[in-house]
């Protein structure tokens, strides 16, 4: 049973252009979101978060959005780099505790 | 400021043979964790320490798994004995604080391949 899912595995964007990468859950009871970066060879770096008290939290080019009643949320990048190329987590965890339940990832090509 | 540690980064040994991954977490973090990527399964948390203490090892995948944390700057994954589809990427996290949105790093990870 995935709690978190990323139904897209790859996403092509041209550069200068929106990226945009979505992710669904189930559990109503998570209580914060988190997108996490992935290049090769490398672990996660954490990028932005949201509270499910919030449905948007801005960083910079990067936005995530929170719909709470449809159970998704998207992170926006705005404008895509070259640099963004990597694969995109997104994770979810509640109040209690610290288990993270993470998506199966997309992998971003954002493209000169 | 150093990260979260690991070592080996990469480790190739042949079934059947004991393999423990090691990991510094960043200091003054009371939170440490370890995951497991592989392409099935995606990133998941084996297991992870308060203050030196298991507190969820519900995903420590069977018996041959075994972590420790000896102190607060040290902790150890155990795999005896291993087994070909034990191969996989596996990760160390730390963090200070878990109830909130807090942030866990990441290490660059032990790439383990079992023969």
């Known amino acids: 049973d995935q709690q978190v899912k990323q139904n897209s595995p790859s996403l092509s964007v041209q550069e200068g252009r929106i990226s945009i990468l979505n992710c669904d859950y189930t559990n109503s009871m998570f209580d914060y979101f988190l997108w996490y970066k992935k290049y090769p060879a490398e672990g996660p770096t954490f990028l932005i978060s949201i509270s499910s008290i919030k449905d948007k939290n801005e960083d910079g080019r990067f936005t995530v959005f929170l719909n709470k009643s449809a159970k998704h949320l998207s992170l926006h990048i705005v404008p895509s780099q070259p640099g963004d190329s990597a694969v995109y987590f997104c994770a979810a965890k509640t109040s209690q505790g610290g288990k993270l339940i993470f998506g199966q990832g997309t992998e971003l090509s954002v493209k000169p | 400021d150093a990260g979260v540690i690991q070592s080996p980064r990469h480790e190739v040994t042949e079934m059947g043979q004991e393999v423990t991954l090691r990991c510094k977490p960043i200091?003054?973090?009371?939170?440490l964790f370890w995951y497991r990527q592989t392409m099935m399964r995606g990133l998941e948390l084996l297991i992870y320490f308060n203050n030196n203490v298991p507190i969820d090892d519900s995903g420590m995948p069977e018996d041959r798994f075994s972590a420790k944390m000896p102190n607060a700057s040290f902790s150890t994954l155990k795999i005896q004995p291993s087994e070909p589809r034990d191969s996989a990427v596996y990760f160390c996290?730390?963090?200070?604080?878990?109830?909130?949105?807090?942030?866990?790093?990441f290490g660059p990870g032990t790439r383990l391949l079992v023969l």
């Open positions: 996290a730390s963090s200070s604080g878990t109830g909130g949105g807090e942030t866990q790093y």
């Open positions: 200091s003054g973090h009371d939170y």
